[in-house]
């Protein structure tokens, strides 16, 4: 078939639809929204929690939310800016912080709710697949869905960094291994000592005394 030029005339720009204004911006993927967001008919006005995770050059921020037709609203919120004074004062967008950020946001939600003291979450980071479990004659642990954005879900990403720190906190999140990093998608195996040194950043100290050793300049 050859080259066919557009014809843009009256008629086309007559029957033109604009888009979303987040869409035209580039910000928001309403194909996933709208599955993240649609709660089901018979659960009538319960609020649909997802767990927002988000990074910019300097920052990591985590958010619960949910949505109302006046806009989203936010239960509770974590910023890695905020972790020195827990005593990460380096590396604030990197894995281990993304952990430390949504393990925040869940202990932070958990207070909100008096849950804190019935669902303390995974005690020893060991980097194992943890998912919590309700108690009997008590309130359930707090759900929330993880809404990624526009990022990339790859094998090893923070996002699912700062889920995996939110899941040991205490919420009940749905998830799999199969994103985390010490997965071997080609064996199907997970090595839980793989992700337990991303979690504690030792892949960044690795790397730096790699660099140490190699490169002097580099690491300056």
Same mark, same amino acid.
């Given at each position: 078939?050859?080259? $066919?030029? =557009? ?6 720009? /007559? ?5 979303f204004r987040r869409r035209r911006e580039g910000k %928001?993927?309403?194909?996933?929204? /709208?599955?993240?967001?649609? &709660? #089901?008919?018979?659960?009538?006005? %319960?609020? /649909?929690? *997802? ?11 985590? &958010? ?6 006046? +806009?989203? $609203? ?7 800016? #905020? ?18 950020? @949504? ?20 005690? #020893? =980071? ?5 998912? =919590? ?14 809404? $990624? +954005?526009?990022?990339? %879900?790859? %094998? @090893?990403? *923070? ?5 995996? @720190?939110a899941a040991d906190g205490g919420l009940d999140i749905? !998830? ?5 990093? +010490? ?10 000592? $793989?992700? *337990?040194? !991303?979690?504690?950043?030792? !892949? ?17």
């Amino acid at each position: 078939m050859g080259f $066919v030029k =557009v014809v843009k005339n009256k008629a086309y720009f /007559k029957r033109f639809q604009t888009k979303f204004r987040r869409r035209r911006e580039g910000k %928001t993927d309403f194909y996933a929204r /709208k599955r993240l967001v649609t &709660q #089901e008919k018979n659960k009538y006005n %319960t609020p /649909k929690y *997802r767990l927002i995770v988000r990074f910019t050059n300097k920052d990591i921020i985590c &958010q619960v939310a949910y949505a109302r037709i006046e +806009g989203d $609203v936010i239960v509770c919120a974590a910023y890695a800016h #905020e972790l020195p004074r827990y005593g990460l004062k380096v590396g604030l967008t990197n894995y281990a912080a993304a952990y430390c950020t @949504g393990l925040l946001l869940a202990r932070r939600l958990m207070k909100k709710y008096n849950l804190d003291s019935l669902y303390q979450g995974q005690t #020893e =980071v060991d980097g194992e697949e943890y998912n =919590v479990e309700a108690l009997d004659d008590q309130p359930g642990p707090f759900r929330a869905f993880l809404d $990624v +954005g526009l990022v990339r %879900t790859t %094998t @090893g990403a *923070r996002v699912f960094g700062a889920m995996k @720190g939110a899941a040991d906190g205490g919420l009940d999140i749905p !998830h799999s291994c199969k994103r985390f990093p +010490g997965y071997d998608n080609d064996s199907g195996e997970f090595s839980a000592d $793989v992700h *337990r040194q !991303h979690i504690m950043g030792a !892949h960044v100290a690795n790397y730096m005394t790699h660099l140490q050793d190699e490169d002097s300049d580099a690491f300056q």
